[in-house]
């Protein structure tokens, strides 16, 4: 396995962005000597922010003008499948809900703070049916969205035949080598779907709903369901079975482990024991048309212990299932108006880090990065939130920068 992750590590793939070791500014295109985004035409605009353009039927934020044909399919659409799809998707979720709670019935949460409570600790059958369901009912909903197959590649290495001190040796290995998190690339909302019905792991629940406003100072509206996600109707018991991690930005007290000490001490939790789930974490922090990977968050790498990088592409013909420049109502209305949809998955090898990698989580966020910009052939870019911000801005028709950066970026 140290051979082939030898092999995967080193030769990135070209891009057309520079790599941020050697970039002078981690947002280059908010710097003073960049031409402000009024200034800017179209093609400029697009090319400056090119992880975040739509290039599918719909044009940009999906409301390009459609041709005749692509109406009548989304009339045709609307009047079959998606009232199907949507009374089939409510039962699928008040089902799991059901599931959920009968389960955790008469059983106290896990409690590690004040804010943070959990029932994915739970040993015994209760937690096997929540998860085994959970899996099962989150694949029925990619099924019922048009993800009639998804096609999946495993690039492990073949273990081949071993002797039986190898073999323990080989145990020992893979008890050391077991990945305490999931790094995946971000485009859309259904990699979440994905990862519940594949590994079924912990999430950090920090939703963004995007609503537009005529009025251009007020393009975009972040709304940050924090503590409250586990207060939802439906919503909120899943996600404690889940297991997530609800994003308390107002603890601010020394007291506070903050969102980062919980998950590190999660995925150090999951390389110990086989039995509690993994934590699954966008290091991006946002979304991208699926071309491209921003630079990566190294919160994920904090705890220095091995991950499994996944890499998620949705090959499309009409619609880009990617939400990057999209609102989600929109994004949604149109994704259940395909009548199929195509998802590809590549998973590869566990990443056990370096020593040099496990003393500076940004070389072993990095070389993650250009590992998975390989293999699932992307390109490297050197912008981020922030930037998206600005795009979003600029599509909405707000052309001021300072506006919409006092928002702070996580």
Wanted: charge should be neutral.
């Amino acid at each position: 396995m140290a051979s082939e992750l030898q092999q995967l590590r080193f030769n990135p793939p070209q891009s057309n962005a520079s790599d941020e070791s050697s970039a002078k500014d981690d947002h280059p295109l908010l710097n003073s000597d960049s031409p402000a985004v009024a200034d800017q035409d179209s093609d400029d605009l697009h090319q400056n922010y090119a992880a975040f353009v739509r290039r599918d039927v719909y044009g940009t934020m999906g409301r390009g003008e459609l041709p005749w044909m692509e109406k009548l399919l989304l009339a045709l659409a609307l009047l079959t499948i998606v009232p199907i799809r949507v009374v089939i998707g409510m039962s699928l979720l008040v089902l799991y809900y059901t599931i959920c709670r009968v389960c955790t019935l008469f059983h106290d949460p896990n409690r590690e703070t004040d804010e943070q409570e959990d029932y994915a600790h739970m040993v015994g059958w209760r937690r096997s049916v929540i998860v085994w369901t959970g899996r099962f009912l989150s694949r029925a909903v990619l099924f019922v969205l048009g993800f009639y197959w998804i096609s999946e590649v495993y690039r492990i290495p073949p273990n081949g035949d071993k002797s039986t001190d190898e073999n323990e040796g080989q145990e020992k290995s893979q008890e050391s080598e077991r990945p305490g998190a999931i790094i995946s690339n971000h485009v859309s909302y259904l990699d979440i779907l994905y990862h519940m019905s594949s590994s079924f792991p912990s999430f950090v629940a920090k939703f963004i709903f995007r609503f537009d406003f005529s009025d251009p100072r007020f393009f975009i509206f972040l709304f940050w369901l924090k503590r409250s996600v586990a207060k939802l109707p439906l919503v909120g018991i899943i996600s404690k079975c889940l297991g997530c991690v609800y994003v308390q930005r107002e603890s601010k007290t020394s007291e506070s482990k903050g969102v980062s000490g919980v998950v590190s001490e999660r995925i150090r939790e999951a390389v110990k024991n086989s039995s509690a789930p993994m934590m699954m974490l966008f290091p991006e922090g946002t979304t991208t048309n699926g071309e491209y990977l921003l630079p990566f968050k190294t919160g994920a790498f904090l705890s220095k212990a091995p991950v499994l990088p996944y890499i998620l592409r949705y090959p499309y013909q009409r619609f880009s299932l990617a939400w990057e420049s999209i609102t989600g109502g929109r994004h949604f209305l149109l994704l259940l108006c395909q009548f199929v949809n195509h998802m590809e998955v590549i998973r590869l090898p566990v990443y056990v880090p370096s020593p040099e990698e496990k003393d500076d989580p940004k070389l072993y966020a990095n070389n993650i990065r250009r590992l998975m910009a390989k293999e699932g052939n992307m390109m490297l870019s050197d912008i981020g939130l922030p930037e998206k911000r600005v795009y979003l801005a600029a599509l909405n028709g707000n052309n001021n920068i300072r506006s919409v950066l006092h928002q702070k970026d996580d």
